[in-house]
């Protein structure tokens, strides 16, 4: 094996894999039942269209076929079912969150590790005391595979970062940046360079550029085509950032920027070396931001890019022989609808009329004066020469959502298209899946999206349970306050049962046990005992909710206790 003594690496810590014949166990897996299941591929190459309902995929497909005559998008043959997307219910100050209406990270959260999460959450359960699932990049890495992530998007964006990392909150991608560094993923491309920076102990972003940390752990760094291009098998990690945020929109790039299919390539060029086998996840991240912001010509643009990285990922599958091939989308995006108006048709002969992407407009659009400003910034990206008083007016108005203008702008084209949107979030509509090899059996029909997950271990011969239990192990994700002497706080019952004690509290006082050590809290003068003598805690009451510092926890428990305040988790060991 090439990694037989690869670390485990989850998060932040490694621990050395004494026999990776071991836990591949010859391409083995104990299921729930204690029944040992061989695998039937040796590789997993999952493609997520990210926001990618029906809707867009029937809209990719009537523009090829009336542009190029083409009939059929590249995975138009391999449909095999639907999924269901919707997430856990979550509440934030008594506000729900989330609920039947997915994002991308709960969503991405289900489809990498096979549970269930609220919005926001990264590979962590929905408790005020997280605990944290394994992906299957990650019990794939700890098998002895080789693991690859690329995407549109940023590379530290939700769906990525649910098959290398944990965070309570998604927002936190110098966190997910700096996980990523001790993930052991072999290849990573996509968007997202403003990221790979560190902060300090209280959370402040500091100008440290963890670049070179990659490159010290043998990381190859590019930035455009040409280094792209450049690469070969002999580049077994690679780290691909070509661009600050997201990776330009088809309409927007340049010869130096690349397309998924072109990272797609490169990515399975490199991994495919791996005697042992890969797990590799491409996201088409950007067919949700064109959906978000209602702009459909780009949408069909970012779709078809996707379509495009299917056909070089199917390919290289059917040459191997030995790979399961597996899409489908964490949500749909926009509420789009192919018509509107109660008109029976749809104008896509205008739906390659436009030159660039409403983002690129959005700046000048804001900065714009006059109407004959609005109507100039309109001719010069698209075929509308006659910019009605009132489409000059909506537009110089926005749309009342956070696009501003760019919104009312879209929705101009739009009308002019004949599709609309129910607005600029997601919908809680079933995802196509499609799929190729062993994998297809097992996510045929109507299905959950845990599914994917599940199906992509078993066809693996990989135990995604004893990943998670390994990962548990080492971290807690609590949710916690911050005190005015700037001293962390933790839910002291949550966090007493993650520890594995008890709490028994009332108004009055409360009571934590562990390991035969008690704290007993007088909650009205807000003072704490540690085996019944006097401890010198910060106690804290929050709408009725007892919170204490991590030493307390420590004492408790017999065991130092880490915060690691990047990630907003602790290290238990």
Do not use: C
């Amino acid at each position: 094996m090439k990694k037989l003594m690869k670390g485990i690496v989850f998060g932040g810590l490694a621990v050395a894999v004494v026999s990776g014949a071991t836990l591949a166990g010859a391409a083995q897996s104990t299921t729930k039942a204690g029944v040992t299941a061989k695998a039937q591929s040796q590789n997993l190459i999952v493609l997520i269209g990210d926001g990618m309902g029906p809707a867009q995929v029937s809209a990719a497909r009537y523009f090829q076929q009336y542009t190029k005559g083409v009939n059929h998008l590249n995975i138009d043959p391999y449909y095999v079912g639907q999924a269901t997307t919707y997430a856990d219910r979550g509440e934030d100050g008594g506000k729900v969150v989330s609920g039947i209406v997915t994002d991308s990270a709960s969503a991405g959260t289900a489809f990498a590790t096979g549970h269930k999460t609220y919005n926001a959450g990264i590979s962590v359960s929905n408790e005020d005391v997280s605990k944290p699932f394994a992906s299957i990049i990650e019990a794939a890495e700890s098998s002895g595979k080789a693991t690859g992530l690329v995407t549109t998007a940023r590379i530290t964006h939700a769906t990525p970062a649910v098959y290398a990392s944990h965070v309570r909150s998604r927002d936190n991608e110098s966190a997910i940046a700096s996980q990523y560094l001790e993930s052991g993923v072999d290849v990573l491309m996509g968007g997202g360079k403003q990221f790979f920076v560190t902060k300090d102990e209280k959370g402040k972003r500091t100008d440290k550029n963890i670049l070179p940390d990659f490159k010290a752990k043998g990381y190859t760094v590019v930035e455009n085509t040409s280094a792209l291009n450049a690469l070969t098998s002999k580049n077994s990690k690679v780290l691909g950032l070509f661009g600050n945020s997201h990776v330009a929109y088809v309409p927007d790039r340049t010869a130096e920027i690349p397309s998924l299919a072109a990272m797609t390539s490169k990515a399975l060029n490199i991994l495919s070396t791996d005697k042992d086998g890969f797990v590799m996840m491409i996201e088409g991240g950007r067919i949700d931001h064109a959906g978000h912001a209602n702009d459909l010509p780009t949408l069909v643009q970012e779709t078809l890019d996707f379509d495009a990285a299917f056909k070089t990922a199917i390919e290289f599958a059917k040459k191997n022989g030995n790979t399961s091939v597996v899409v489908t989308a964490d949500h749909e995006t926009g509420g789009l609808s192919l018509s509107r108006d109660n008109i029976y048709e749809i104008n896509i002969d205008l739906w390659n009329k436009q030159k660039h992407s409403s983002e690129s407009l959005a700046a000048s659009l804001e900065a714009a004066q006059t109407p004959e400003e609005i109507r100039s910034i309109v001719t010069a990206n698209t075929w509308i020469t006659d910019l009605s008083d009132e489409e000059v007016t909506q537009i110089m108005n926005g749309d009342g959502s956070s696009y501003k203008r760019e919104g009312a702008y879209n929705a101009v084209i739009s009308k002019r298209l004949l599709v609309g949107w129910s607005g600029h979030g997601h919908s809680a509509v079933d995802v196509g899946i499609w799929a190729y090899g062993p994998i297809a059996d097992k996510v045929k029909g109507q299905v959950d999206n845990t599914q994917i997950a599940k199906a992509g271990a078993g066809i693996l011969g990989l135990n995604l349970e004893k990943s998670s239990a390994e990962l548990q192990s080492k971290y807690l994700y609590p949710k916690f306050k911050i005190s005015r002497d700037n001293e962390v706080l933790y839910p002291a019952g949550a966090l007493a049962k993650a520890l594995g004690g008890t709490y028994k509290g009332d108004t009055a006082t409360a009571k934590l046990s562990l390991a035969k050590n008690t704290i007993e809290v007088n909650l009205t003068d807000k003072t704490a005992k540690f085996n019944g003598k006097t401890a010198a805690y910060t106690v804290d009451v929050d709408n009725g909710v007892l919170y204490l510092p991590l030493n307390a926890f420590s004492q408790l428990k017999g065991t130092t206790l880490t915060w690691d305040a990047l990630s907003e988790r602790i290290i238990l060991r």
